[in-house]
C-alpha cells in the first residue's frame, strides 16, 4: 500500500511528533508538549527527515521554519488524522452495533408497517436491544418535545428548524365503506356527507389531515362519531356503522370481504411518512442504522402495504 522507498520505517508516532513541532514551529515547546526531552524530539525528527529523504525544518534565529516537503508532510499528517479518526468512529458504530440501544416512537397509524420493518433490521442486528413506543400524534411530538426517544415516525413534523424530517414512504388517506355500499359514481366528499362518519380522536394525525382536508373542501360532516382507533374503526364500517377517511396501511386482504375503499374525488389525500430527530442530537449508531435501513427499504415496505386491485380507488384525483 506504502511506497517503502519514501515510508522506510516510518512510525505514526514519528508523524505526531513531527506534527507536534510543525504546530509549535519549535522543537523544545512540541518536547514541552509530548513529555519529551528536545534531544529525544530532535532525534525522531532526524530520522523521519531521512525516511522520507527530505529537509523537513530549517532554523529560523531560536524557531525553526517548515521547508516545503515539511508543509506537504504537514498536510499529510493533518489529513491521516482525519482518515484515522474517521475509521475509529466506524469502529465504535460497529461495535455500538453490536450491542446498541434503539428506542423509536411512531404513531398509532405506522403500526401497519414499522414493526415488520423493526424485526427485519433486528434479524440483521440481532445484539440491538429496541424499545418502541406507539401512540398518537400528540402523544409522540409530546416525546419528541421530551427528547424520549432516538428517532420518531408520523406522517406531518411539527414546522421547527431544529427538526430533521425525511420523507420516505406515501402515506394516502382513502374513504372506507362497508363492502356493500352504493355509492354514487364519480362521487364528491359533499355527496356523502349526509353519511355517518367514524372519524379518529383529535390529536390524531389522520384526524388532522381530515380536518384540513374538510376545511379545504368546506365540506362538513355533521354525521360524525370519533372512534379513537383504527381497528375499531375498521369493525365499525365492517359492521355497517359508516364511513371512514384511515390510512391505506391500515387496509389488508382480510378486509375485502366486508369493506372496500370508494373512489371520491379529492382522494386520496396524499401525505408522506418522515423519519424525525433532533437536528442537535447525534443519532446513536443503532438509531442511524435503522434511519438508513427505512429510507433504502422504502420500496418494499410500500409492496409490504400495497393492497390487491380490488380494494384500490380506480382513479387517483388532485388535491381538491
Ligand atoms: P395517527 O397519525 O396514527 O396519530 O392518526 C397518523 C399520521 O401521522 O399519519
Known sequence: ?????????????????????????????????????????????????????????????????????????????????????????????????????????????????????????????????????????????????????DIYVMSAPPQDAAIEAESFLPNPLVVYAPRGFAAPPNATLQDLAKERFLLREPGSGTRMAVDEHLARLRVALPNRMTVGSNEAIKQGVAGGLGLAILSRHAFSEADLPEIRILDVKG?????????????????????????????????????ATETSPAARPRRRSPRG
Not at 428506542?103 to 403500526?111: F, G, L, M
Not at 423519519?275 to 422504502?298: C, G, S, T
Open 267 to 303: 382522494f386520496p389525500i396524499e401525505r408522506e411518512w418522515h423519519i424525525v430527530h433532533w437536528r442537535d442530537q447525534k443519532l446513536p449508531a443503532a438509531a442511524d442504522a435503522f434511519r438508513r435501513y427505512l429510507l433504502e427499504h422504502a420500496a418494499e415496505l410500500r409492496g
Open 1 to 149: 500500500m506504502f511506497d517503502r522507498r519514501r515510508t522506510g520505517h516510518v512510525t505514526l508516532r514519528q508523524l505526531e511528533i513531527f506534527e507536534a513541532v510543525a504546530r509549535a514551529e519549535s522543537v523544545s515547546r512540541a518536547a514541552e508538549t509530548l513529555h519529551l526531552t528536545q534531544p529525544a524530539v530532535s532525534l525522531q525528527l532526524k530520522t523521519l527527515a531521512e525516511a522520507v529523504g527530505h529537509r523537513l525544518t530549517e532554523p529560523v534565529g531560536r524557531r525553526i521554519r517548515l521547508t516545503q516537503a515539511g508543509r506537504d508532510l504537514a498536510d499529510a499528517c493533518r489529513e491521516l488524522a482525519a482518515v484515522w479518526s474517521r475509521f475509529e468512529a466506524r469502529l465504535d458504530d460497529v461495535a455500538a452495533l453490536r450491542r446498541g440501544r434503539l428506542r423509536v416512537s411512531v404513531v398509532t397509524t405506522a403500526k401497519y408497517f414499522l414493526p415488520k420493518a423493526l424485526g427485519r433490521f433486528v434479524q440483521l442486528h440481532p445484539g440491538i436491544e429496541v424499545e418502541l413506543e406507539i401512540q398518537n400524534r400528540d402523544g409522540v411530538l409530546e416525546r419528541l418535545r421530551e427528547r424520549l426517544d
